[in-house]
Every structure is written in C-alpha cells, then in structure tokens.
C-alpha cells in the first residue's frame, strides 16, 4: 500500500509463471468486441468469468484504440469507465485492475476509485512536454506500476526499426524514472499491431527477447490483432490459433504476462508452454 492508501492489489510476482490479463472493454467501438459489455453489470460478468478462467489482472478500457478509432473526452471515458470499476470491485474486491487509458487525469480517477495499475498505449507520451510526463507522474504520486507500450504515429523504415524502437522504449523508461517511478514499478509492452507494419509486428514478436534484455517485465498483448487476421486469413472471430500460437511463442522468448480476450481457450496452452519451459524444474502442483 502506498502513502495514499489507495493502491492495494499490487501485480503478482512475475517469473513462477506467466501471468494473465484477461481484456474488458467497455466501448462501443472496440474492433473485436464493442458493445458486448458496455453495462456496469455485463462489464462485472464478464470480469468475473475471466478471472474463474485465471485471469491474474483485470485490464479496463473505456476508449477504442483500434486503428480509426474516435477519440473520446475525459469526461466520456470516466462516465464508461468508472461504474464499470465500481461493479467489478463490488463482484471482485481481491483482483488486481489496470486501467487501459493514455490520459493522466483518467488514470488518476481510476485509480482513485480502485484500480491498482496504469496501462497506457503511449507510454507516456502522451501530453509530455520538456521531458515530464503526466502520466508518469500520476504512476510515481500514487505508487502505482505502470505500463508502458511502444506506439508512434507512423512505422519506421525497417532499416532502422530495431534502433528506433528499443530507442524509444528506452525513452519511455526514462520519462518514468524521471518522474520518480522505480525500476520494479516498470513494465514495457512491445506494442504489438501500434505504429508497426504487419512484419514490424511479426519481427518484434520474432524477438522478444531483444525487449526483454531491456531489463523490465514484459506484457505481451496479441489477441485477435489484424496481424494475426492477415497471417491466417482469418476474421476476429477465427484468430485463436494465432492467439495460442503468439502467446507460446511469447512465453518461450520471456513474456512474463499475456493480455488476452480469451482466458479459458489460451489458458492450457500456457500452461503446457510454462511447463516445458521449466523442465527438471516443473512440479505437479
């Protein structure tokens, strides 16, 4: 808990096993499940069937970041977002709960009525100016991890994407030590299907690894993303084996968490990848 009181849930150790975060988006606009749960009351169902399916964390998202999305004011997002957080803690007071949003004074708010972690697509960037990040800051004044995903306007040229992307990660890093975020306090997303041609999409998750030699736990988030779609020739509703097949592969090259629509269907997969990954070390518990 920190000096405020307010951050309770801290994320589960990473490392014993790969951890899950199970998606709720309560949007009208989402490009794979808009306007399935955009009640308070579906919003908690379906939080409490993710997490009897082993979701570790909860991610709520009351914008659309798909790509063509509208963008929504505060005042939109918190009026989604904050009866939904409401209802899912009345149902699960235990779960630790992200905040899926690039806006500092959503995060604040969120946080404020009981999420436990900030998940921002921006990594920070957003409204940062002379090297300060509002959200960062919000992540160091309530003691809260945060998140930080790769994302930019347009891809790079793939002679230089490897530079130009743990480059900029490593910019994000900084915007949050800046802001007096601790190291253990930090995770990054590679940013899978943001900012990234589909093979950029492909080559990051090709190797991971590279990310993960940054230094920090690694969120990885590739469920039902139109990469997948265009590998498989594949609707959203058809990309579940590409959902497994990325996420084996992500727990081979050191995901140490999987953000997924679809907790029950991936579930045995990482559990089999967790346990072939342990070896000698794996015991039956």
Known sequence: MNQNGLHRRPIPAPGARTLLMGIVNVTPDSFSDGGQY???????????????????????????TRPGHDAVDTATELARLLPALQAIRAVLPDIPVSVDTYKADVAQAAIEAGADIINDIWGGL???????????AVAARFGVPIIL????????????????????????VGLARDAGVPDSQIWLDPGFGFGKTPAQNLECLRQLDRVVALGFPVLLGTSRKSTLGLV???????????????????????????????????????????????GLHWRNE
């Not at 957003?126 to 960062?136: K, Q």
């Not at 995903?149 to 994000?172: I, K």
């Open 149 to 172: 995903m790769h994302n930019r306007t347009h891809p790079v040229d793939d002679s230089v994407f490897w530079e130009t992307y743990l480059d900029e990660l490593r910019h994000s």
């Open 126 to 136: 957003h409204a940062a100016g002379n090297g300060a990040s509002p959200m960062c």
């Open 232 to 278: 498989l020739d594949a609707p959203v509703a058809a990309r579940q084996e590409g959902n497994t097949a990325t996420a084996v592969w992500g727990i081979a090259h050191g995901a140490a968490m999987l953000r997924m629509h679809d907790v029950a269907a991936t579930q045995p997969a990482v559990r089999m990848a967790d346990a072939i990954r342990a």
């Open 38 to 64: 955009t009640t308070a009351q579906a919003a908690a169902t379906h939080a409490r069937a993710l997490a009897d399916a082993g979701a570790d964390v909860l991610d709520l998202g009351a914008e659309s």
